[in-house]
C-alpha cells in the first residue's frame, strides 16, 4: 500500500504522456487510476467520488483536451483540485490579544493528543509565549503523569488541579495561568469516542467553561473512512476550529486530510510527525497536495534545511562549491545534516521518488555511520585535497574505519558522483526567499544540491531531479 | 451484567452503520444488477476493508450468486457474510488460555497494548491463572505508571524498570521473575512504534528475539491494531510481520462506528488470526473473536 497514491499516478501520468493528445476515454482512464488511488490513500469514499467528478469535468474542458500537452494539464486539473480541497492556503495561528488564549484539544482515544500538546507547548514557548499545560484527562491511567513528565521536559509548567473534574480542572487551569501570567493555556482533554454521548457532551462543557480561541481535533493520519462520521460528530458537538494530524511521520498517505476538509470545511493546522516535541510542522495544503499525488514536498525540505543549517558555514560551502572545490569536509558536513534532519528516510520521503526508494529497501541509515567513519578515518589533508587518496591510502582509511578498501572505494566512487553532480545541478534549485541576504541565499540553494546530490550518490538514482526546477 | 451489554452495545455500534447501508441497498429492491453490487462494494470500502479485498470478494459472490441462481438480496448478503467470514484465519493455538504462554504485544502509538494488556491480565487472574505482566515500554512517558495501574486494577504483579531502561532487560527480568512465581501466563507490554522507523523496529526484533531465546514457555507476538485504521493498516502488519514474525492480531475500539473492515484485508494476505477484539476502556471490555459474528455485525446487524 505504501507509494499507491503518486507511484500510481506517476505511473499513469507516464503512460499519458508518451500518447499526446487525450480522449475522453483516456481521461476517464486516468481517473479510474486517481480514484483508485485515493481510495487506497484512505480518502473517504464519498469524497473520493465528488473529487473525482468535479475533475473529470475540468479535464473534459475544451482547454486541457486540445492543448499541445494535455498530460501536463491533467496532472495540473488533479493537483488545482486537490490542493482546492485542502485549502487554498496555510492557516496560521493567530493568537487574539486576549490573555490568556486558551486552545483546547480534542479527539478519539489514542489519536495523539497529549504529545500534541506538549509540542505545541514547545512550540510556543519557543516563540516567546509562556504556556501553561492542563491535563483534563481523568480517565486513562497515567495520562496525567505523561502530560506531567512531558511538561517537565520541556521546561513547560502543567496544571493538574485535582485530578478528578475535568470541568473544574479547565477553568481553574485559566484561573492558574492568569495569577501566574501564562499567555497561553493548553487543555490536553480526555480521548473520547464521538458515539459516546456523555463525553461528548463533557467536552462541550469543558468549552463553554473555557471559551478557547481556539479548539483543535487531532486526527491520525492512518484513519480510514470512519474519520468522516467522527469529524461530522466532533464539529457538531464541540465544533473545532482545525485539526492537527498526527502519526504524519508515518507511511500513511493521509487521506483524511482531505475528507476532513471536505467533510467540515475546518483547515488542517499544524501536522506532527515524530516523537520528538520540536516535529510539530505548520501544514501547508499544496505541499499535502503534492506529497499525496507524489510530487514531493521540496520546499518543505528546502525550509527545514534552512532551519538546521549554519548559514555562515554553509555559505562557506557554497562558495566552495561554486569554485570546485568540494572536499570530504564538506561531505561529512552535509552527511551530518542529512542526518540532524531527521536521517535519509526523512528527507526522502519527501522527495519525488523517495517513497519508491523507501519502499524498495534502498536506503540503509546505517550507511550514513559508515560514509561518517570513513572520512573520519582519512587525515585532513586527505580530505581537503581528494586527489591524494591513493591505493596504499586506501587500505589505511579502511584499516582505521574497520571496513573493507571495497567499501572505501565504494565512499570515493560516490564522493567523485556527488560532485559531478552537484556541477550538473547549479542552477537547478531555486533561490532562497529575498531579503534574506546574499549569503544566506547561497547557502540555502549550496545546502539543498549537496544533499540532493549526496542522495543520488546513495543509489536513488530512481529518483526524478528534473520536478525539482 | 453490565459489561455484556457493553459489549453487545459494542458491537451494534458497529452493526447500525452497516445496517444503515445495508437498508438503502434494500430499499433498491431486491434486483441483484450492476448498482447492487457496487453498492455492495461501496459499503464494503466504507467499512475499511479495502478497494482491493472490497472488489475480490465482492466479485466471487456475484459469480456464486449467478452459479447458483440465489433468489434474492437476502440470499446474496447471507452468502456475502460467509466468504467475508472466510477470510478470517482460524487460530491454531490460543495464547490467552493455552498456557502456560509468554506474550508480547506489539504495534502503532496509541493502538492501545497497555489497555489490553490490563484486560487480558484481569480475565486471566479471575479465572485463577498466576500472571505475571511485564512492563517493556521504558520510552513513553509515564507508561510504566499506566501498566502500573492496570496490574493494580488486575491485582496482577508488575516487573518494571526504570523510564529509559533497555527494553530487552525488561523481558529478560521479567522472564526471570515468572520462572521464580511459576507464572502460567507472562503479558508484556511494548512501547508503541510506526513501523517506518527501522530504528525503533530494530530495537522491537531485539526484544523479541531475546524473549524468544530466553524464555521457557512458548512466546507469541500479538500486533494491537486499532479499528479506526485505514489501508495503511495492512502495511503496518506486514511491516511488524516481516521483522517479528507475528502469531495474531487484536483490534481494538470496535466500540464506536469504524467497522474494522481492515482486520479482513490483514488477517486474508498475512494468514494471521484475530484472538479478541476490544470494545470499550473498562477492564472488562475485550471480547473473543468470532469470525461469523464480525461477517455478520459487517453486513446484518
Ligand atoms: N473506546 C475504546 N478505547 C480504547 C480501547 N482500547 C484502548 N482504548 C483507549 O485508547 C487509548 C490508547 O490506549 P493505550 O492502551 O494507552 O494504547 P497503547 O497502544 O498502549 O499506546 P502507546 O503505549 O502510547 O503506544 C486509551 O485512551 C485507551 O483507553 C477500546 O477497545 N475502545
Ligand atoms: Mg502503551
Request: proline share 3%; hydrophobic share 40%.
Amino acid at each position: 500500500m505504501f507509494d499507491n497514491l503518486s507511484g500510481r499516478l506517476q505511473g499513469i501520468f507516464s503512460g499519458l504522456k508518451s500518447k499526446g493528445r487525450l480522449s475522453e476515454a483516456d481521461i476517464d482512464a486516468a481517473l479510474r487510476e486517481v480514484r483508485m488511488a485515493l481510495l487506497e490513500a484512505d480518502v473517504n469514499y464519498k469524497v473520493v467520488k465528488g473529487f473525482i467528478a468535479n475533475c473529470r469535468e475540468r479535464c473534459l474542458e475544451a482547454k486541457v483536451m486540445q492543448s499541445l500537452n494535455p498530460s501536463q494539464n491533467v496532472i495540473k486539473v488533479v493537483l488545482d483540485e486537490l490542493t482546492a480541497l485542502m485549502g487554498s492556503t496555510n492557516t496560521k495561528l493567530i493568537l487574539s490579544s486576549r490573555i490568556p488564549n486558551v486552545i483546547m484539544l480534542v479527539g478519539l482515544q489514542g489519536s495523539g493528543k497529549t504529545t500534541a500538546a506538549a509540542k505545541l507547548a514547545y512550540r510556543l514557548k519557543r516563540d516567546g509565549h509562556s504556556p501553561l499545560l492542563v491535563a483534563c484527562d481523568v480517565y486513562r491511567p497515567a495520562a496525567a503523569d505523561q502530560l506531567q513528565t512531558l511538561g517537565d521536559e520541556i521546561g513547560v509548567k502543567v496544571y493538574r488541579g485535582d485530578g478528578k473534574d475535568p470541568i473544574a480542572i479547565a477553568k481553574t487551569g485559566v484561573r492558574f495561568a492568569i495569577d501566574n501570567l501564562r499567555d497561553v493555556v493548553i487543555i490536553d482533554t480526555a480521548g473520547r469516542l464521538h458515539v459516546d454521548d456523555e463525553m461528548m457532551d463533557e467536552a462541550a462543557r469543558i468549552k463553554e467553561a473555557t471559551d478557547p480561541d481556539y479548539i483543535f481535533m487531532v486526527l491520525d493520519a492512518m484513519t480510514g473512512q470512519d474519520v468522516v462520521n467522527v469529524a461530522q460528530t466532533f464539529a457538531s458537538k464541540v465544533d473545532f476550529d482545525g485539526v492537527i494530524m498526527s502519526k504524519m511521520d508515518g507511511d500513511a498517505r493521509g487521506g483524511g486530510a482531505l475528507s476532513i476538509r471536505q467533510i467540515t470545511g475546518k483547515p488542517i493546522m499544524f501536522i506532527s510527525a515524530g516523537e520528538k516535541p520540536q516535529d510539530l510542522e505548520p501544514f501547508y495544503p499544496d505541499r499535502m497536495a503534492k506529497r499525496i499525488l507524489g510530487m514531493g514536498d521540496v520546499v518543505g525540505i528546502i525550509e527545514r534545511a534552512v532551519e538546521m543549517a549554519d548559514q555562515e558555514q554553509a555559505a562557506q560551502q557554497a562558495e566552495r562549491m561554486l569554485k570546485d572545490e568540494f572536499t570530504y569536509v564538506d561531505f561529512l558536513d552535509t552527511l551530518k545534516q542529512v542526518k540532524k534532519m531527521g536521517g535519509l528516510s526523512k528527507l526522502l520521503k519527501d522527495l519525488p521518488g523517495g517513497d519508491k526508494a523507501l519502499a524498495s529497501g534502498q536506503v540503509d541509515e546505517g550507511e550514513l555511520d559508515r560514509i561518517e567513519a570513513i572520512i573520519n578515518s582519512m587525515t585532513k589533508q586527505e580530505r581537503m585535497k581528494p586527489g591524494l587518496i591513493n591505493g596504499s591510502r586506501r587500505e589505511r582509511i579502511a584499516k582505521g574505519a574497520g571496513v573493507e578498501v571495497y567499501d572505501v572505494n565504494q565512499v570515493i566512487k560516490r564522493f567523485n558522483e556527488t560532485r559531478k553532480m552537484m556541477k550538473k545541478m547549479q542552477g537547478m534549485v531555486p533561490q532562497g526567499k529575498p531579503g534574506k541576504g546574499k549569503k544566506g541565499k547561497k547557502g540555502k540553494g549550496g545546502n539543498m544540491r549537496q544533499m540532493m546530490g549526496m542522495m543520488r550518490s546513495m543509489g536513488l538514482d530512481g529518483m526524478d531531479l528534473s520536478k525539482f526546477r | 451484567m453490565a459489561w455484556f451489554d457493553k459489549l453487545s452495545r459494542g458491537l451494534s455500534n458497529t452493526r447500525n452503520s452497516f445496517t444503515e447501508s445495508m437498508n438503502v441497498l434494500f430499499r433498491r429492491g431486491p434486483k441483484l444488477d450492476e448498482n447492487f453490487y457496487d453498492d455492495l462494494e461501496e459499503t464494503l470500502i466504507l467499512g475499511d476493508m479495502g478497494f482491493q479485498a472490497a472488489e475480490d470478494i465482492v466479485a466471487s459472490v456475484r459469480d456464486t450468486a449467478r452459479r447458483k441462481a440465489l433468489p434474492d438480496a437476502q440470499a446474496v448478503m447471507d452468502l456475502l457474510e460467509d466468504s467475508i467470514a472466510q477470510q478470517f484465519k482460524q487460530a491454531e493455538r490460543d495464547p490467552f488460555t493455552d498456557l502456560p504462554s509468554l506474550v508480547l504485544f506489539v504495534g502503532i502509538n496509541g493502538a492501545g497494548k497497555t489497555t489490553t494488556v490490563g484486560k487480558l491480565a484481569k480475565i486471566a487472574k479471575d479465572r485463577g491463572d498466576a500472571v505475571l505482566i511485564g512492563s517493556a515500554d521504558t520510552f513513553r512517558a509515564a507508561a510504566i505508571e499506566q501498566l502500573d495501574i492496570w496490574g493494580e486494577r488486575a491485582g496482577v504483579e508488575i516487573v518494571k524498570r526504570e523510564r529509559g531502561a533497555d527494553p530487552a532487560s525488561v523481558c529478560y527480568d521479567v522472564i526471570q521473575r515468572g520462572e521464580e512465581t511459576g507464572a502460567q501466563l507472562i503479558l508484556i507490554d511494548t512501547s508503541g512504534r510506526l513501523h517506518t522507523s527501522k530504528d525503533l523496529m530494530r530495537e522491537l526484533q531485539k526484544v523479541v528475539n531475546v524473549t524468544r531465546k530466553r524464555s521457557g514457555i512458548p512466546v507469541s507476538v500479538v500486533l494491537v491494531m486499532d479499528a479506526t485504521t485505514g489501508q495503511n493498516g495492512l502495511q503496518q502488519a506486514r511491516e511488524f510481520n516481516k521483522s517479528l514474525d507475528l502469531d495474531g492480531v487484536i483490534i481494538t475500539k470496535l466500540d464506536g462506528t469504524a467497522k474494522g473492515g481492515i482486520a479482513v484485508a490483514v488477517s486474508r494476505e498475512l494468514e494471521l488470526p484475530i484472538y479478541r477484539i476490544g470494545v470499550g476502556e473498562s477492564i472488562d471490555d475485550l471480547q473473543a473473536f468470532d469470525a461469523h459474528e464480525f461477517a455478520r455485525a459487517l453486513i446484518t446487524g
